[in-house]
């Protein structure tokens, strides 16, 4: 028998932000086609009728947690970074912001309304799907515009900034494939580790003594 979550006495956004959370848990342990609207009421702790209180159908479902999951990057990752000048603390905070969303904010087993991004895309309607691709984007242009700006500032080793940029990506989105909330490594030495590791990959050795 599935485990109950149960949803608590919250505001509206809040019990949606619940809802998503138990949602986007399941679908990334059973996946999306092997889901049902039963399975996710269960597990909430509601009826399916609560459920479709708050969404049409499982598809929609999926679209909105997306949607949800944007939005958060969107507000804790993105927009922040954006109003940093400097694009090598611009690049440490997208990589800290983005580790401590996906790692503090999800089950034991890494799951969330972020990670899902990543996973069910093929569950959507073309135009869903557009939206967001789309909005998926607007990060990975974030990323390519920090990179011109360190290279055009003399800091960038020679490295092509297409393939520096989707690995910078990947190496964002695929810590939520691995990492574990109760694992051995904790979250600030995952920041440290991830940021060694990308900033020692693409930036010159003086430009990187200057930041010390």
Not at 86 to 109: F, V, W, Y
Not at 158 to 173: E, K, P, R, Y
Request: a positive charge; glycine letters at 6%.
């Amino acid at each position: 028998m599935r485990k109950t979550i149960k949803v608590i006495e919250s505001s509206e956004s809040e019990r949606l932000a619940q809802i998503y959370l138990v949602a986007a848990t399941i679908f990334c342990e059973k996946g999306y086609d092997a889901t049902s609207m039963s399975d996710i009421a269960e597990a909430v702790g509601i009826t399916k009728a609560g459920i479709y209180h708050y969404v049409k159908s499982k598809q929609d479902l999926l679209f909105k947690i997306m949607s949800f999951g944007m939005e958060t990057l969107e507000k804790d990752v993105i927009i922040p970074a954006k109003g940093i000048a400097d694009a090598e603390t611009r690049l440490k905070a997208i990589i800290a912001n983005h580790a401590r969303l996906i790692t503090e904010g999800s089950t034991p087993n890494g799951h969330n309304p972020v990670t899902i991004i990543n996973d069910e895309v093929g569950g959507l309607t073309p135009a869903q799907r557009r939206k967001i691709i789309n909005r998926k984007r607007v990060y990975l242009d974030l990323l390519r515009e920090t990179l011109n700006q360190l290279k055009n500032e003399g800091k960038l080793k020679d490295v092509n900034i297409t393939v520096a940029t989707f690995s910078l990506f990947g190496m964002l989105l695929w810590v939520s494939r691995w990492y574990r909330s109760n694992g051995s490594i904790t979250v600030d030495q995952l920041v440290e580790e991830m940021s060694k590791i990308a900033l020692g990959g693409i930036l010159r050795p003086q430009a990187r003594l200057s930041k010390k």
